[in-house]
């Protein structure tokens, strides 16, 4: 049962969107803007709408649709299209137009998904949080370690001790640390969208193999970081995928090694850290175990 509810005669939602890097969107649905008693500002949004909070006695989470066309004072097609939004959470809840109080009354936190656009405008994707109570857990077991590497990420993103141990006890670190590896600096030659070079990297080829890269300076400043799929002589690098807006020279960047998840391969060689690898690299494959025997 709700602590608090919003005076239903004045009643008007809102809606704040707080991305992973830290950017803020407030929106109220109303023809004017809303100072909170917190001094912050929700702008209003005709254009930005939401679909019913539908909620159920059973363990599914709610399934949001956010919907809007792009415009001055709403979302962007880049902010979108960047990943700015991507894992953003969703704050809804409801307040009144006279004595506004951010978070009065709360509807549901949600978590941003998959985002669509089409012409003039976007639909996103958002699932309650109630739905990380529906998801797989446990352990899987195979010849490659599932952990994590430095049990964090270049965004910051700090990996639980249920998900991966790669660093060793949190208490007590004894494997490699994210802060040893990172390194820094800056683009001086660009081939295409997803290759380009710095030549004052003196790693060996295939250092920073399954990396991740992430700009600092640049259009893509603030994006979140991207995966490295393969790394050359002459700090040469290529993604996956191309940053969102094209890389210039003089760009700079902080990158960090991948690991190939062998406990005789990167683990050893790359970080010595067999200890805590989690890779069973003697296990048999599926098709060993399923063949029939033979007198043969």
Known sequence: ???????????????????????????????HDLTMSNGEVYLSNSIFDRTSVVLETSARGALIDIKGFFDATGLQRDQINSGLLDNARVYDFATTWSDPIEDEEE?????????????????????????ALTQSVGNTFGPLCTHILFDETLDGDIIST????????????????????????????????????????????GYFDYGSIKFTSGDNAGLRSLKIKKHTAGGTIELYHAPHYAVQVGDTYEMVPGCDHQRLGDCFTKFNNCKNCNGYDYMAPPEAYKEFGSNG
């Open 1 to 31: 049962m709700k602590s608090t509810v919003a005076d239903y005669r004045r009643r008007i939602p809102c809606t704040r969107i707080e991305c992973v890097g830290g950017t803020v969107f407030r929106f109220v649905a109303s023809p």
């Open 107 to 131: 509807i549901i936190l949600s978590t941003m998904g998959k985002a669509t656009v089409s012409d003039g405008k976007y639909t996103i994707e958002c699932m309650g949080l109630l739905d």
């Open 162 to 205: 249920d998900r991966s141990r790669c660093t060793g006890p949190r208490s007590a670190p004894d494997g490699p640390a994210l802060a040893d590896y990172k390194v820094t600096g800056t683009l001086t030659s660009v081939t295409s969208t997803k290759v380009f070079a710095d030549s004052s990297r003196a790693e060996a080829a």
